[in-house]
């Protein structure tokens, strides 16, 4: 089955049809790095992930690009409240960032581009918008002709007209229409700059995503992809910048994930409910925040409760004891049933269910209850009295390749290195020399149930691992 994407631009479902075949080419919207992600930029940074690692299941080669916004007004009001230079602020961040995601459970991308880092590439493109009409200067600043753009608002499906009430021209601004925004800032004083055709200055937010994709992936990309907060005005003004630029198609898809509600109110910090992912991740396994994201589809909203989390953690729980249990029987297996053939071929239809669900607009959530239907099946098939070692490994590898996709590791047991266990027993040692016999027990329970089993001798304790 063609995998069908929810293309924001038609608002349906459509086939997906790449511009080469078997090569995927996607964007998606990175962080402004001024602090720790919160789990609403976490939710895009996983489901988009989980895009990428399901067109390489299905066999594309795929092309990632996520970037990075290092100099904004964010950024610069941050760095002077701190005290630090705005290149060690992103820095720090950035790595923060990286710290975050590899917790999730997400790749890198194949590229990170930096705003600061495509400066040349920025004022160039900027130059060819002023060229052509669809830009101007005013008083070392450049703005967008929003109106010179007969496109404009077919990714929101607003009117121009529409999109005229409300709009302001904000203190400062020297625009010559009330829509029309900032592709080059001259810079204040003090603040980090760049020289350029209009005078020291520094990029506009929207202006940077249209030139590194182009940059990276070509004049037009098969998915641009983020929040359904960047549809607009972020994404609407990418689109005019970048067709303006190259009288060509953007992108052929355009995705959004949902909101995050915490406790089923909006997440902002005026309400003093802001989750950083840093934080939380000290709170809860983060493959738990990640499973717990991708049960619910993308497209949706998502209600950060800890009822729901809870839930999550013990769905996880539950697949993960029964890939356990396979990996255990696989050390008793007496290869004597004959229920081989109709366990294969519910396996086969497991991963039937667990495509289509994927193909319809990536349903990780039906995909999801196709891994229960897996361990369901498994937990039945342990139920006989013998097994066979194909049907074990068959479901085993079936639950790691799933599991890869959705970037859930199953196989939770990590055995533990000698020095480790050589510190835990003069741990327990120390703990028993103290008369602290709840610790003591504790740590023979906690190496007792990763197969290491102790004695406990005159000449001290050894120790062996379990067959």
Known sequence: MTIQIFNSLTRQKEPFVPLEEGKVKIYVCGPTVYNFIHIGNARPVIVYDTVRRYFQYKGYEVKYVSNFTDVDDKIIKAANEL????????????????????????KKADVHPRVTNHMDDIIEFINV?????????????VYYRTRKFNGYGKLSHQS??????????????????PLDFALWKAAKPGEIHWSSPWGEGRPGWHIECSVMAREHL????????????LTFPHHENE?????????????RYWMHNGYINIDNEKMSK???????????????????LR???????????????????????????????????????????TDLTNQADEYLVKIEEVKKQFEEAMDDDFNTSNAISALFELARNAN??????????????????????LGEVLGIQFNIEGELLDADIEALIEERNLARKNRDFARSDEIRDQLLSMDIVLEDTRQGTRWKRGS
């Open 83 to 106: 005290g630090e230079e705005v290149f060690e602020l992103t820095e720090r961040f950035i790595n923060a960032y990286f710290e975050d995601i590899t917790a999730l459970g997400c």
């Open 380 to 401: 039945t098939y342990l139920n006989e009295s013998n097994t066979e070692e194909k049907v074990l490994l068959a479901f085993i590898e079936t639950f790691d390749i």
């Open 270 to 288: 005026s309400l003093g409910n802001f989750v950083l992912v840093h934080d939380i991740r000290q709170q809860i396994d983060p493959e738990v």
């Open 129 to 141: 918008l002023v060229e052509k009409g669809y830009a101007y200067e005013s008083q070392g600043d």
């Open 291 to 333: 499973f717990f994201m991708l049960s619910v589809h993308y497209r949706h909203p998502i209600n950060f409760a800890q009822d729901l989390v809870e839930s999550a953690k013990a769905g996880l729980e539950r697949l993960r004891t029964a890939y356990s249990n396979l990996k255990h029987r696989l050390k008793t297996t």
């Open 160 to 177: 121009i007209d529409d999109l005229k009430v409300g709009a302001r021209i904000e203190a400062g601004e020297k625009k010559e229409d």
């Open 239 to 251: 689109i005019a910048q970048s067709e303006s630029y190259t009288g060509k198609t953007f992108a």
């Open 218 to 229: 070509g004049d037009t990309i098969d998915i641009h992809a983020g929040g359904q907060d």
